[in-house]
């Protein structure tokens, strides 16, 4: 078995079978890829289609099925049933370009290689795309070595655009946090901290759905952003921790990650419409990491320095706050942004 893909599932009826029709059209014989579908107590009708999909294709699809415990544990419970030499991972509302993890397969998982790292493109459910679609898998190789060297000095988000030797994995008994919260970022580092080979490529076959409204990083309310303070201060300390204790080889990116940490948690905060009291609660043990704000430099538009200006003053005065809210949610987002992703299309 040269491939497991490991697909957590919860209510997403609507783009599953995009997702499922795509591993069907990678170009890979029976035998060779193994799709694990691991319900996590989807409420809709995710199951019978699931069903579906195992009882045609019972060599290739399989579902297990499991109470609602977060994306991260249902991808332990995919890990702990695979067979391929390689693992990945494919969100359920997100799909692969035709024949593109055969490419991938056939290109660059040589022998030695403990982590490809591959391109993608973020698309809305109209089909229209961010960026221009490239949908023929090709590319090549523009890193090759030491994890440590090309993690410290760029971001490697997104465990699914990620081939992992499955040996590599087992032997460092690496898994997800049980914590549902910026789990790839968490996972990622604890892969780069054993110094695997990482090959990076050019390939750009993964596509990551921006449309869906019952996705986690879209679907935030008050009591959700609440219990996930005790989760980021978690995984900030995770990183402080290294900082203290660990070998500083990955110094640079475990700075990043708890920034990363502390700004997402931010964002969140922003769109849950938090009342004074519930905004203070919240705020005060992220401002007191002294990381929370965002690097303006780093946004290259007029809205983008913007909002980021906004977010730093926000982090202090809570009218800048709801100010800040309204004009990210209400305006930008909603009527803005699509507007210059449709122009740029």
Request: hydrophobic share 35%; charged share 25%; net charge neutral.
């Amino acid at each position: 078995m040269k491939l497991s893909v490991i697909v957590p599932v919860y209510n997403v009826e609507k783009y599953l079978p995009r997702c499922l029709g795509s591993l069907l059209r990678q170009g890979l014989k029976v035998g060779e890829c193994e799709v694990i579908c691991v319900n996590d107590g989807s409420p809709d009708n995710s199951a019978r289609i699931l069903i579906d999909y195992e009882s045609k294709y019972p060599d290739m699809f399989k579902v297990i099925t499991q109470e609602n415990m977060g994306v991260g544990e249902a991808r332990n419970t995919g890990m702990k049933a695979a067979r391929g030499e390689w693992i990945t991972f494919l969100d359920s509302d997100d799909y692969v370009t035709d024949g593109g993890y055969k490419f991938i397969l056939d290109h660059f998982c040589d022998e030695g290689v403990d982590v490809v790292h591959f391109n993608w493109l973020q698309i809305y459910t109209d089909g229209k795309t961010l960026y221009d679609p490239n949908t023929k898998p090709d590319g090549e190789i523009v890193f090759d070595g030491d994890a440590a060297i090309v993690y410290n000095q760029r971001k490697l988000p997104y465990t699914c655009v990620k081939f992992y030797n499955r040996s590599f994995l087992q032997e460092h008994h690496i898994c997800f946090e049980k914590s549902s919260f910026m789990e790839d970022e968490s996972f990622n580092f604890d892969v780069f901290l054993q110094h695997p080979r990482l090959r990076v490529v050019s390939s750009n076959i993964y596509r990551y759905e921006q449309g869906n409204p019952n996705s986690s990083l879209t679907t935030v309310n008050k009591e959700k952003v609440k219990k996930q303070l005790e989760l980021v201060l978690y995984m900030v300390e995770k990183m402080q921790k290294y900082l203290q204790e660990g070998d500083g080889i990955l110094k640079p990116a475990a700075w990043r990650n708890a920034h990363t940490f502390s700004v997402h948690y931010y964002n969140k905060m922003l769109k849950a419409g938090l009342t004074w009291s519930e905004w203070r609660q919240c705020s005060q043990p992220i401002k007191l990491q002294r990381i929370y704000k965002c690097d303006v430099s780093l946004e290259s538009s007029f809205f983008g320095k913007l909002i980021a200006l906004l977010k730093n003053g926000s982090g202090s005065f809570y009218l800048v706050y709801f100010f800040t809210a309204f004009f990210m949610y209400k305006i930008f987002l909603r009527w803005i942004r699509p507007r210059v992703v449709v122009s740029n299309s």
